[in-house]
C-alpha cells in the first residue's frame, strides 16, 4: 500500500485562517488513500487538494447549504449536489461499481460528504478523460468540480484563484 503524498501538509489552520479544517484532517487522508487504492492512478489525488477544496466550497461547515431556499442544493463540506448524490448511488447507473448511496441528510456527515467527495472526483476525472481521450490532470478536474466551465471566465478566474491560493499555503504549512 503506497502512502499518499504530502499527507503531513494537512494540518495548517493557521495557514487558512480557519477554526476547524484541522478535525477533518485524518478524514480527508483516509478517503483520499481509500479511493488512490482503489482507483490506482497514475497521478495520485493529494489530500491536500481535497482539503483546498473543501475550504472553498464550504470553509469546513459541513451543515453548508448552497442555497436555504433548496433543500436540493449542494451540501455539505464538499458541496455534493443532490444530481451528484443520485449518480454515486446509482448501482445501474454509470458509475457500474463502487457507488456509494446516501441520502441527502447523510451528506451532512463528514465521513460520509468527504468519501462521496473524492469518488465523485475520480468519477469526473474518468469521464473527462474519456471525452478528451487522454488523462486529466487533477487541476482539470477540480476546475470542472467547481463548476467553472459553466460560468462566466472571470468567475471561473476567481474560483480557481481561490482554490490555488488555499492549495499552495496549504503546500507550504507542515505540521510538526
Not at 453548508?64 to 448501482?91: P, V, Y
Request: glycine letters at 6%; hydrophobic letters at 35%; proline letters at 3%.
Amino acid at each position: 500500500m503506497e502512502v499518499v503524498p504530502n499527507w503531513r501538509t494537512l494540518g495548517a489552520d493557521s495557514c487558512l485562517e480557519c477554526d476547524d479544517g484541522d478535525s477533518y484532517d485524518a478524514l480527508i487522508a483516509g478517503w483520499v488513500q481509500y479511493w488512490n487504492d482503489i482507483f490506482e492512478p497514475k497521478e495520485l489525488l493529494e489530500p491536500n487538494a481535497v482539503k483546498a477544496l473543501i475550504a472553498t466550497e464550504s470553509s469546513f461547515d459541513s451543515d453548508a447549504l448552497a442555497s436555504k431556499k433548496n433543500q436540493n442544493s449542494a451540501r455539505g463540506l464538499m458541496q455534493i449536489t443532490n444530481g451528484s448524490r443520485k449518480i454515486l448511488g446509482d448501482e445501474k447507473g454509470e458509475l457500474r461499481d463502487h457507488f456509494i448511496a446516501v441520502t441527502r441528510k447523510e451528506l451532512n456527515d463528514p465521513s460520509v460528504n468527504i468519501s462521496a467527495g473524492v469518488r465523485w472526483l475520480f468519477h469526473k476525472r474518468k469521464l473527462a478523460s474519456a471525452k478528451k481521450k487522454r488523462e486529466i490532470t487533477w487541476e482539470e478536474v477540480i476546475y470542472q468540480y467547481k463548476g467553472c466551465s459553466t460560468v462566466e471566465p472571470e468567475r471561473a478566474k476567481e474560483l480557481i484563484d481561490e482554490y490555488s491560493k488555499v492549495l499552495q499555503r496549504l503546500k507550504k504549512c507542515v505540521k510538526k
